[in-house]
């Protein structure tokens, strides 16, 4: 799983790159005004791998601004 750091990881879901793209350009809509990232668990999360994407997801919202 891409981000294991959640309370239930599910394999064959939508990649992160395809999210980060989408949420690229949501980013660029003038009325997309706020994020909300729900679900990081740090003990499941041993690599770090989910709070990166979550990292990387508030960077692809926040650049465009």
Known sequence: ?????V?????GGI????WLVALAGLARHPRCRALEIVECDPSRDVSGATAQLACDVARALLAKR
């Open 7 to 11: 309370n239930s990881p599910a394999e």
């Open 15 to 18: 990649p992160a790159s395809a």
């Open 1 to 5: 799983a891409e981000a294991p750091g």
